[in-house]
Antibody, heavy 121, light 111 residues
């Protein structure tokens, strides 16, 4: 059974930093591209970042480019999202997501339960 | 605004059929990128409902079906049940943005 367990969310001041983690199990982690998708309170889904199975290729939404860094440790089956220079508009539930599909049209076949990040003074 | 446009809400009585549209452009759905649909029940994480336009993952009832034509896609739900009440999101890829794109979501109410 695929399981994705996020941690690391919490309350942070504007301009602050936070690192999210996602522990994966139930599939061959190193073979799967992974993503982070967020959802602001009462709003829709918003793709944040993706990383290839090897970790050698990363992608970012324009809204987080230069502030967020996605990475992975395939020896620990863990995905990370380091978030710097946080803004109020980054407040959201952050979902860890296992990707499937093709390079041209990836999609999420499994989602974690999410971790809430609140950016507020 | 979302890159993919969905109606904010749809509703139907138990047993009825409803459809949810998802309209994009020539840089996403119209550029032959696949469309996915996700269902998000209240207070839970999203769940994959339809992938590659019309395919159902195992465990998804055949009451749910997807289609795509031109710059639009649709999700149809037949034999509506109370437990279908949820938010539904379409998703594709946009070549101009070089980014995943989602619809704004549609809230389904079962009357």
């Amino acid at each position: 059974e695929v399981q994705l367990l996020e941690s690391g969310g919490g309350l942070v001041q504007p301009g602050g930093s936070l690192r999210l983690s996602c522990a994966a199990s139930g599939f061959t982690y190193g073979n799967s591209a992974m993503s982070w998708v967020r959802q602001a309170p009462g709003k829709g889904l918003d793709w944040v970042s993706a990383i290839s199975g090897s970790g050698g290729t990363t992608f970012y939404a324009d809204s987080v480019k230069g502030r967020f860094t996605i990475s992975r440790d395939n020896s620990r089956n863990t995905l990370y999202l380091k978030m710097n220079s946080l803004r109020a508009e980054d407040t959201a539930v952050y979902y860890c997501a296992k990707e499937s599909g093709t390079v041209s049209t990836p999609y999420v076949d499994y989602w974690g339960q999410g971790t809430l990040v609140t950016v507020s003074s | 605004q979302s890159v993919l446009t969905q109606p904010p809400s749809v509703s139907g009585a138990p047993g009825q059929r409803v459809t949810i549209s998802c309209t994009g452009s020539t840089s996403n759905i119209g550029a032959h990128y696949d469309v996915q649909w996700y269902q998000q029940l209240p207070g839970t994480a999203p769940k994959l409902l339809i992938y590659a336009n019309s395919n159902r993952p195992s465990g998804v009832p055949d009451r749910f079906s997807g289609s795509k034509s031109g710059i639009s896609a649709s999700l149809a739900i037949t034999g509506l049940q109370a437990e279908d009440e949820a938010d539904f999101y379409c998703q594709s890829y946009d070549s101009l943005l070089s980014s995943w794109v989602f619809g704004g979501g549609t809230k389904l109410t079962v009357l």
